[in-house]
């Protein structure tokens, strides 16, 4: 059946106040279910581990430190996020609560937004969270720009796990796919590169086939070794510059994302 | 449970998903394409970080960072001389990758093959250098790359001494039966070539009445190379006199 218009099934005005209040659940859930005193302590923990590295330090040991304590705050992040998300969204599957939910009025992607919503409050509040030892230990604009950055990568890493949980409803494969998404993103701009090398200077057709296969993904993928980047913090390298580009980037594939839930969810029967 | 039709999705989900696909494209043909430049290769990390990085898997490590530092130098389209590399970064680099996977013969063929043919002497030696010294550490295994080094030296430097120095070594070192006749027969020729005639001559006797020469065809030739020797001394004594 063919549906007249589209404003009836997406999330109008009048269903703002359920999307809302399915955002505001969601991030009472992450409270209750202690992500946040999980993330503060995680944090604490890593502070200590830089802290211990610094001490190993013989030299540049404030800049060893931070560089530590920023790329494993950054992994702790995204790490936390992804099961968080994943974890809850698999116990809703399973508990016939998303079924709750479209049997009341709510559009499907009514439902969709209101937890990514929800998803993105909480990304924002552990980027805050994470940032604030950063800070302590880097400039000020640089640990603005980094904790800016590590929020955007939260978005579209709360939007890939909502789109992974909807596709596949099962955890394994939704976390194997953000995993394996996440370490390609980071690492295609490299992946590029050694595919482009030609030391034999023989452009032969396996090279060619791993060149175009890398071009592909790098066209599908964000480039997210270029989001919140050490480099910014110990670097005095310039951020503000690349945020731009970050912030677009973020905008269109957290929006290309929730749009392929969408569609996921909509061919979805229950 | 069969999924529903994609007519069942709005026209506006589409449309969202269609814009956001396109604009995810055009994003990504305006963005430039990355590009290795020289001054990106950065210093090398301890090896113990490596280890530390490479969670129990340093032979994979090893070659992923043979990859790594492979990608500094000839890209699509573009192409980085290799003399606008540091080459301290990247001996420190070859050295890591060696001594995460000693018996890996990945850098030691960069160095020697590779990174050795830029057109800056300093930087050739220093790669050759890099061979040797690797060779010492295990040299039956990596006696290969110490001979082309020599060969370099004589041909490319046409620094004989040094090519002596390399010959010899493989001649002292490598000791494997598995190390071929002609490399530890390399500085004979060298020595040949240096027009040091008589140590030359008693050197390839010495091998050939050794007995260590069992091919005929490997002992035909050496004998001619003998019989070469001696008439060119006899010739140089005759117009002596």
Excluded at chain 1, 255 to 270: E, S
Excluded at chain 2, 86 to 95: A, G, N, S, T
């Amino acid at each position: 059946m063919k549906h007249a218009t589209a404003t009836a099934y997406l999330p109008s005005w009048r269903h703002t106040r359920r999307v809302g209040a399915i955002a505001r659940y969601t991030v009472l859930e992450a409270w209750r279910n202690r992500l946040i005193v999980l993330v503060v302590v995680a944090v604490a923990l890593l502070t200590l581990l830089s802290l211990f590295a610094r001490e190993l330090a013989v030299t540049e040991s404030e800049r060893l430190q931070t560089a530590i304590l920023a790329s494993t705050l950054r992994v702790a992040s995204v790490f936390f996020i992804t099961l968080y998300i994943l974890n809850g969204l698999t116990r809703e599957f399973n508990d016939k609560v998303l079924e709750l939910m479209l049997s009341l009025d709510l559009p499907r992607p009514g439902y969709l937004m209101g937890k990514f919503l929800g998803f993105a409050i909480v990304a924002l509040t552990v980027a805050t969270i994470v940032t604030v030892p950063v800070a302590v230990l880097a400039p000020f604009d640089a640990a603005l720009a980094w904790g800016c950055s590590l929020a955007l990568e939260l978005l579209i890493i709360a939007a890939l796990s909502v789109f992974c949980i909807t596709t596949f409803t099962q955890l394994l494969p939704a976390a194997a796919f953000v995993t394996a998404f996440y370490l390609l993103a980071r690492s295609i701009t490299a992946i590029q590169l050694m595919s482009g090398s030609s030391l034999l200077g023989v452009d032969g057709f396996g090279q060619k086939a791993s060149a175009v296969l890398a071009d592909a993904l790098a066209i599908a993928l964000p480039r997210m070794d270029a989001f919140t980047q050490t480099a910014w913090l110990v670097n005095d390298a310039g951020a503000q510059p690349a945020l731009l580009g970050i912030v677009l980037q973020t905008a269109i594939y957290v929006g290309l994302l929730l749009a392929a839930a969408m569609f996921d969810l909509y061919r979805k029967n229950f | 449970m069969a999924e529903r039709a994609i007519s069942s999705v709005p026209n506006a989900v589409l449309a969202l998903l269609a814009a956001a696909l396109a604009s995810q494209l055009a994003l990504k043909a305006l963005e430039p394409r990355p590009t290795a430049t020289a001054a990106d290769l950065s210093p090398a990390p301890p090896i113990a970080a490596l280890r530390l990085a490479s969670l129990g898997e340093p032979i994979a490590a090893a070659n992923l960072l043979s990859l790594y530092l492979q990608a500094f130098d000839t890209q699509s389209g573009i192409s980085i001389p290799f003399k606008d590399l540091d080459y301290d970064r990247v001996e420190d680099w070859l050295i890591r990758i060696l001594e995460l996977d000693p018996p890996g013969q990945y850098p030691l063929l960069m160095a020697s093959q590779i990174y050795s043919q830029v057109p800056d002497e300093k930087k050739q030696r220093k790669m050759l250098d890099l061979a040797y010294r690797q060779f010492l550490l295990v040299p039956n295994q990596r006696w290969r790359w110490l001979a082309h080094a020599a060969i370099m030296a004589k041909h490319r430097l046409h620094d004989l001494g040094l090519a002596l120095h390399y010959a010899r070594a493989i001649n002292q070192h490598a000791t494997s039966a598995e190390v071929p006749h002609w490399a530890r027969q390399m500085h004979i020729f060298v020595l040949e070539d240096m027009g040091e005639h008589e140590t030359a001559k008693i050197l390839l006797g010495g091998l050939l009445a050794s007995g260590a020469i069992t091919d005929a065809h490997e002992v035909r030739f050496l004998t001619e190379r003998l019989n070469t020797l001696q008439a060119v001394e006899k010739s140089s004594t005759a117009s002596e006199k």
